[in-house]
């Protein structure tokens, strides 16, 4: 642009001097190679001149390109340091619901009692007797303290494992009460006040919760009193951390059968009848074997027990409707087609399409007080949860009784008539399938990595939650299980957790407390569900008696007891009481859910280990955090006490440094950027190496250079005209002598002819000025 600006200011008449500098600023220009002028040509030029011409713009060109790209690939990363740095640790508050509605740690001891109070052992029992004329009068007191040695062999040997696994005096009630206790030396005791903080029911993957990790994708919950670092790193810091997680285990198994109904034109429910799908036309003639192991440390075959149940269940029903024989072991008719309906006769059963239902009661959809051919009553039905679950309340206490239970859960109805499954309309069809569940509680220690970035504990992630990964089978965590043999499970629940890895050296206080030990990944935990014992009156889990505060003996049953009885808030069953409507009757997002985990056998597992999961976070709070002390301090007398436990309102123990990874930003560079510079690069290198070689030879050089730059200036060649050559003559010479003398160039069209003939113009020599066509006198 700026030559063609230049030019319109210019004349025909200018110094030698102007003339030479005019020259290298228009001939530099891309004007040439525009107009195709005599310097842009290639005909009738020598191939290295012409070679240089092209390799020039290129190069230039490819430096160009270079100095565009390259740039780009330059960036930020916020990236992990290359080693761990030690922090310091303190607790956060949760902001949430859980945080809000957790009420400050109690101060009260842990106390176990064994029995109708009966003392546990090392606990003690004081009888005073006082004889008043013919009466013996008796007081009874009672110190229902754990002892400090026992208390030290969990808590020292969760620590000794990992210092962030919890042990069982790490976990407490998130609410509780006080009650009284005329016996107990201290008059009360804490009790379990559950009241629901939050559902985390449609939520996914890992939350992070007051007190709580709780795995919202697989189901469980990890104690871990939340503590962060205290100063708040610039890009943030991961770290992962063993922790102990209490989850449940499900396997269910179709009946293939289903329940089936149809809305009347107001869309008020209508008679549910049961449909067979091949569970009852199609039922295997011989029977499973019902001798189930014991449940023992072993593998627990859930998956077996519900078929058991399903089996049982599928044959009772048929037995009742007279559809087969009594004698399950010689099964000669089966008078059922598929496809074949059933009435549902039970009036106090309901079917909804708004919400799921699970029981502990199979056969719950019979009419057991209408007379039936074999005379099938519910007795007939309650021993397939008996047998499916394997322990009862008058088990022993041990490791060997863990506790399974079984239930019939009838799944999300959908819409059999092409309609959506979220819309109820006057005489649409509805079809719910039936499983049957067995369903187990164990304790694992599992990694889970987390990731701070900010301030609170809004800005704690648990990222990921694995199984803990063990080198050898001597890593493994070496569980204990109290055992009771003497007693049942109606009269207490052992203690249970880990004591060290399995290559540590045997404590001498395990064999004195009689505790029986297993090296494995987890533990299944003790304990029963007994639909017998709820018959009689009596709770069919676990209850601890009075005066006994130790959550971790007996919640996961009671929860457990909860998610095998859901039901819609007009016919819940007996449970906790307060807790959420895990139906879905009234949260369509929840039954949504549901509708999709209710399509296979596989999946609907998960319903019964997400209520569990929901009921666990609110029942239970664990108290180990880095940077807190131990929930399972040691009091004055010698006995294990919850004093100095995770809250707000606790002191901290001295700052514990933890070993985490600072993020810090970095700046990086994608190579593929480079690509063009590197070219350009390998250009230079070679031009330059080209020069040096031919310097070196003495074929070029600055008196070269100076040579032709001279023989090409258009002031030398235009002062050929007024004097002798001066090619060789210096520059600042030549400036002197010729640089301002003035000469005018003008262009006339010419024919070749006229070249060839050496016609000449007339010089002015008077003026000193030169008058000509340029091409003409350059001939000459």
Not at 125 to 131: D, R, S, V
Not at 227 to 254: H, M, R
């Amino acid at each position: 642009m700026l030559p063609a600006i230049l030019i319109a200011f210019l004349s025909d008449k200018n110094s030698i001097s102007t003339w030479s500098v005019l020259g290298r600023t228009l001939h530099s220009s891309h004007w040439p190679t525009i107009l195709q002028t005599d310097t842009a040509t290639s005909t009738g030029v020598e191939r290295n001149v012409r070679l240089a011409g092209w390799l020039q713009p290129a190069f230039l060109f490819v430096i160009s390109v270079a100095a565009i790209v390259t740039p780009l690939g330059l960036y930020s990363s916020i990236e992990p340091a290359d080693s761990p740095t030690t922090v310091a640790f303190s607790y956060s508050k949760d902001s949430s619901a859980f945080g809000d509605g957790t009420p400050p740690r109690s101060s009260w001891p842990f106390t176990e009692v064994c029995g109708n109070g009966n003392p546990c052992p090392g606990t003690t029992l004081n009888e005073t007797c006082a004889t008043q004329g013919l009466l013996q009068n008796c007081t009874i007191s009672y110190d229902p303290r754990i002892p400090a040695a026992l208390g030290t062999l969990f808590s020292d040997g969760a620590s000794s494992f990992s210092p962030s696994v919890s042990s069982i005096f790490d976990i407490q009630w998130r609410t509780y009460v006080r009650l009284q206790d005329a016996y107990s030396t201290f008059k009360y005791y804490i009790n379990g006040g559950y009241r629901q903080l939050a559902t985390l029911i449609l939520d996914e993957g890992p939350q992070v919760i007051e007190g709580l990790i709780v795995d919202m994708d697989s189901g469980g919950i990890g104690f871990r009193n939340h503590t962060v670092p205290k100063s708040v790193p610039a890009y943030g810091a991961t770290w992962e951390e063993d922790i102990l997680f209490v989850q449940p285990e499900t396997q269910c198994v179709n009946l293939n059968v289903t329940m089936d109904f149809q809305y009347d034109s107001t869309a008020a429910n209508g008679t549910a009848v049961l449909t067979d799908r091949g569970g009852f036309s199609a039922l295997s003639r011989q029977a499973p074997s019902m001798n189930i192991p014991s449940n023992g440390q072993g593998k627990v075959n859930l998956r077996e027990r519900a078929y058991n149940a399903a089996w049982l269940n599928n044959f009772l029903t048929l037995v009742y409707f007279n559809a087969t024989g009594e004698n399950p072991s010689n099964i000669t008719r089966l008078d059922v087609t598929r496809g074949q309906t059933f009435p549902v006769e039970n009036t106090s059963f309901s079917v909804y399409s708004t919400a799921v239902q699970s029981s502990l009661y199979f056969g719950g959809y019979l009419n057991f007080n209408k007379t039936n051919p074999y005379n099938i009553s519910a007795t007939n039905f309650q021993i397939i949860n008996n047998i499916c679950g394997g322990t009862s309340s008058g088990s022993s206490p041990n490791i060997d009784g863990s506790i399974v239970g079984c239930a019939v859960l009838y799944g999300a109805a959908t819409r059999t008539d092409g309609g959506s499954n979220l819309i109820i309309d006057p005489l649409s069809k509805w079809s719910a399938p039936i499983y049957s569940c067995a369903s187990a509680i164990r304790a694992k220690v599992q990694t889970v990595s987390f990731q701070y970035n900010g301030t609170g504990l809004g800005a704690l992630k648990a990222t990921s939650i694995k199984p803990k990964t063990y080198s050898s089978p001597s890593n493994l965590p070496r569980w204990a299980v109290q055992n009771l043999d003497w007693l049942q499970f109606s009269d207490v629940m052992p203690m249970w957790g880990i004591l060290g890895s399995a290559n540590s050296s045997q404590n001498p206080v395990t064999a004195a407390w009689n505790m029986s030990t297993i090296a494995a990944e987890s533990l299944y935990l003790p304990g029963f569900m007994d639909w017998l014992y709820l018959t009689s009156g009596t709770s069919p889990v676990p209850v601890l008696p009075a005066s006994q505060y130790l959550p971790a003996l007996n919640f996961y049953s009671q929860v457990l007891y909860t998610a095998l009885n859901i039901g819609p808030p007009a016919a819940r069953y007996s449970g906790y009481q307060g807790y959420a409507d895990y139906s879905g009757w009234s949260s369509l997002g929840v039954y949504a859910k549901w509708q999709k985990l209710s399509a296979s056998a596989e999946t609907v597992s998960q319903i019964l280990n997400l209520v569990w999961t929901d009921v666990a976070a609110n029942a239970v709070v664990g108290t180990r955090g880095w940077g807190l002390t131990s929930a399972a301090s040691t009091d004055p007398s010698g006995f294990a006490s919850s004093a100095n436990v995770n809250s707000k309102d606790l002191n901290p123990a001295p700052s514990t440094q933890v070993p985490v990874v600072l993020y810090h930003q970095r700046i990086r560079y994608q190579l593929p950027f480079a690509v063009p510079a590197f070219v350009a690069l390998a250009i230079t290198l070679v031009v330059l190496v080209t020069l040096v070689l031919l310097a070196i030879r003495g074929k070029t050089g600055a008196k070269q250079m100076r040579k032709f730059l001279d023989a090409t200036s258009m002031g030398r060649i235009t002062a050929r005209f007024l004097s002798t050559p001066v090619l060789g003559q210096e520059t600042k010479s030549f400036v002197n002598e010729y640089g301002k003398r003035h000469v005018t160039i003008t262009y006339t069209a010419i024919s070749p002819e006229e070249v060839y003939a050496g016609d000449e113009p007339e010089k002015s020599d008077e003026s000193n000025q030169l008058d000509a066509d340029v091409t003409s006198n350059l001939l000459n």
